[in-house]
């Protein structure tokens, strides 16, 4: 665990010029979570995806506290003088995230209150047990027996009872129940009272439709019809009077495994899922109308200590699940329906292998279907040609179509090896029931590299051909999930060039004998390469802009940390290259210093997408190289990930991209600025022009289309941005 800390921190007395050259992490992150905020309030959102967006908001600041602000706290306690890696003082940057949290979850709560009453102008009402009319009160007493009741456990608490292990992320009520003859301010009462805890059940519905009138809906928090019925619950202590508050705890998420070699990595895992479990308390959340004699007795069972991360909320936490409110049949206060664009080429393929062996095919989700993956597994897996498939599994879906193909393919007959990273965060007992589910199908299973997750997006399938095998490969930017993929955007590259198949076919058999190191001409592979290579790429501009020639990149990543990448497009700006950065979550460089960074711009795009793709642009002389990325410019996706970059040389394919990144530098509707204020602005339209959402544009132009660059011909940007040249 210390090697693990001395890796992200580092104890060191001397004086740092971080607060000049960089933006701090922490602060970054909550800068990208309160962009996602910013959609929850916005009008033009509709409004249940805005109910939806809060949400995510909740979920996003539930594992920054498990990863980031554990990270922070236990190096806290290193030493006075620890410092992050960009250099700031850990212990100010703790002082500093618990007032910007505080700030976020006052505006989150604003804009909660605000949007009840825009739910309630559409005939949707939250009511709690208080405001219950009689045919609610009787369906939710029914409804307490009947789902709730079998399911709940309350335990009592006090004396020598020992108050439970709350479990990470869980919703808790805290019960007092007042004996009768007193009142609840009295001396002797407090001293009387009787506390219990109740876990509100996660794998119930978090939200219950009452009986409402017609036209209407009035939905109930599951807590609240618990509420309701407590009386009867606790009916053998006979209370005057009772009251529950909503408590709820978030631990540390790390997992340390151990280096016992008498264990299976699946045995260590197992293990440290389980002491995730029992993680140190990193957040304790409590309604802020609880009693105060009630917080002081659960700090003191919880043995809490009185720091700034014990945060008083609202009535309700977890409004993560918030992502699930339904939308009572009403398609006008949702997303419009978008189903998947067929790509056109696989459209009319009889053989999706033999269609990607005429030439190389981007698919572009999730605007596109992802199915055409999917079915090329499956097409393999049944192709008598077919001799072998590698893959490799980072997140997958659970109950995968992808995870099927493969040991349908096994049971073919054909040889299948997965790399399963297991060490994928949160994902971590899904992959292992993955991995068991494979193994025990046939597939040859193994388990990345010692000392690197492997974050790559690969696969390679080998079939007969006469005499000899063909080869098509995957190379992409987001992970096999064919869930994930309705939401998230990001790219695939199918292609049969021998160059590229054979390097990934390298990369395979370095999974399996990872003791041997391939040379990589094609493909841009970490920990080896990365770094140097992008190094490399922006060395060339630096070099064409002090002769005086057009030098210019844009760099799409969803974060970028790194302080030795930004310390080299600050030394790329002063030497006249313009740069621009689209950055979706957490930006460290600090655009538009004088002298430093005046030629860097900083955007980030936050809609109804996870903007997921890497794809970098270098100016090259006039002559645009393409790249697409698994990796960001953080320090350990270059140097403790295997992670793979691959050139995009078709020349259809490196004009689609440029009509991608064109939209993207257009974009005035999603678009925020990104700076060291962190305050989120968004990009303003030319004057006269209308507003330009890039991810609603690129799926009108895909769907009228079939491409974006056939889009781009016909309806080309006046002015284009000056970043870019034609290629």
């Known amino acids: 665990m210390a090697a693990k800390i001395r890796a992200i921190f580092t104890d060191v007395g001397k004086t740092t010029n971080a607060h000049e050259r960089f933006i701090n992490r922490e602060m970054g992150w909550l800068a990208f979570n309160h962009r996602v905020l910013q959609e929850a309030a916005t009008p033009s959102v509709p409004l249940i995806e805005r109910v939806r967006f809060l949400g995510i908001f909740s979920n996003n600041l539930d594992e920054f506290f498990r990863v980031r602000v554990a990270n922070l706290i236990r190096a806290s306690l290193v030493g006075p003088d620890t410092r992050t890696t960009l250099g700031f003082d850990v212990r100010e940057t703790l002082g500093r995230v618990q007032q910007r949290v505080v700030d976020l979850q006052a505006e989150n709560n604003r804009i909660f209150a605000e949007l009840e009453d825009a739910l309630h102008a559409e005939g949707i009402h939250f009511v709690d047990e208080t405001e219950f009319d009689g045919p609610q009160q009787e369906f939710a007493a029914r409804y307490f027996q009947r789902v709730i009741r079998p399911v709940l456990v309350p335990i009592m608490v006090g004396g020598t009872v020992p108050f439970p292990e709350l479990r990470d992320g869980t919703l808790y009520l805290a019960v007092g129940l007042v004996p009768g003859g007193k009142a609840v301010s009295a001396p002797d009462d407090v001293r009387r009272t009787v506390y219990a805890v109740i876990e509100v059940p996660s794998h119930l519905e978090r939200f219950v439709e009452l009986p409402s009138p017609a036209g209407q809906h009035h939905v109930a928090f599951l807590e609240d019809i618990i509420r309701q019925e407590l009386p009867r619950l606790f009916a053998l202590f006979a209370p005057e009077r009772i009251f529950a508050h909503a408590i709820k705890v978030t631990r540390d998420a790390e997992i340390d495994v151990d280096d016992d070699l008498t264990r299976s990595l699946m045995e260590k895992m197992a293990s440290g899922l389980a002491r995730r479990k029992r993680g140190d308390y990193v957040r304790f959340l409590y309604d802020a109308r609880m009693p105060k004699e009630m917080l002081a007795f659960i700090k003191r069972k919880l043995k809490l200590v009185d720091t700034g991360n014990i945060i008083a909320g609202s009535r309700y936490h977890n409004r993560k699940d918030l992502m699930g409110f339904p939308d009572f049949g009403r ?141 098509i490969a995957h190379v992409g930017t987001g992970n096999f999930h064919e869930r994930n993929a309705r939401i998230y955007a990001d790219f695939s590259l199918l292609t049969a060039d021998t160059t590229t198949t054979s390097e990934v076919e390298r990369l395979f058999h370095f999974f399996e004998h990872n003791y041997e190191r391939s040379v990589f001409r094609t493909l841009i592979v970490s920990p080896y390469s990365t770094r140097r290579r992008f190094e490399a790429l922006i060395d060339r501009e630096i070099e064409a802009a002090e002769a005086g020639r057009e030098a210019w990149m844009v760099l799409k990543v969803n974060n970028i940390i790194d302080a030795e990448m930004i310390a080299k497009l600050y030394e790329a700006s002063r030497a006249g290259v313009r740069i621009r950065l689209l950055v979706r979550g957490i930006c460290s460089l600090i655009p538009g210093v004088p002298g430093m960074s005046d030629g860097i711009s900083v955007t980030s795009i936050v809609g109804r997408y996870l903007e997921h793709s890497r794809v970098l642009v270098f100016a090259n002389g006039g002559d645009p190289e393409y790249f697409l990325s698994s990796a960001d410019w953080m320090t350990r996706n270059l140097d403790r990930r295997v992670e793979v970059s691959i050139p995009v040389r078709d020349a259809a394919l490196k004009a689609e991209l440029r009509a991608f990144i064109d939209l993207q530098l257009h974009d005035t509707r999603k678009a925020r600025v990104v700076d060291v204020s962190g305050g989120n602005a968004f990009v303003a339209p030319a004057p006269g022009a209308e507003p330009l959402s890039s991810q609603d544009e690129v799926y009108r132009r895909l769907a009228q289309y079939g491409s974006l660059a056939a889009a781009a011909e016909a309806e080309p940007f006046a002015p284009s941005p000056p970043v870019l040249s034609r290629a």
């Open 331 to 471: 398609s006008e206060l949702v997303f419009p329906a978008r189903p998947a664009l067929p790509q056109p080429r696989l459209a009319r393929a009889t053989n999706l292998f033999d269609e990607v062996s005429k030439g190389d095919v981007l698919l572009h989700f999730p605007y596109q279907e992802y199915g055409y993956i999917v079915d090329l597994l499956r097409e393999s897996a049944m192709d008598p040609r077919v001799l072998s498939i590698r893959i490799n599994l980072y997140r997958v879906a659970r109950h995968s179509q992808i995870t099927n193909a493969l040991i349908n393919a096994a049971r073919n007959g054909k040889q299948v090896q997965v790399v399963v990273e297991i060490a994928a965060r949160f994902d971590e007992r899904n992959n292992m029931q993955v991995a068991q589910d494979l193994q025990e199908a046939g597939v040859q299973v193994l388990f990345g590299v010692p000392g690197l997750k492997v974050h790559a997006k690969l696969f390679h399938i080998a079939r007969r051909r006469g005499k000899g095998t063909e080869s």
